[in-house]
């Protein structure tokens, strides 16, 4: 029984190494990852248009005011891909900041005595 035991317990072992092996190696491409940030529309006045594509003559989706929270799923040219009010679109990526700047002017204003 002894005998029988030792080459398919060696065996298995191998195998496993074999196949973290393959799996350690597999490369990982840009399509393959999605890093979503949190991001806030930062315009001075109006509203911001988020459109079909990465373009200034697409589509209008939708119009986003100050301090909009969305998720940036990914950023080329000057665009960002985005998620914000169940509606998926792209826009200027200048018009986007890491914090809001609704509560930036909030606290801003206020004064204690």
Known sequence: MRKIVIPVFCFAVMSTIAIEAQLSAAPVSAAQVTIEKT?????????LNM???????????????K?????VSSESKGWAKITA????GYVSSQYLSSKNP???T?????TTK
């Open 39 to 47: 991001q806030y529309v930062n315009v001075s006045s109006g509203t």
């Open 51 to 65: 459109r079909k594509s990465g373009s200034s003559t697409a589509s209008v989706v939708a119009k986003l005011t």
């Open 67 to 71: 301090g909009t929270k969305v998720s």
């Open 85 to 88: 009010n169940g509606k998926t």
């Open 102 to 104: 609704v509560k930036a």
């Open 106 to 110: 909030a606290a801003a204003k206020t």
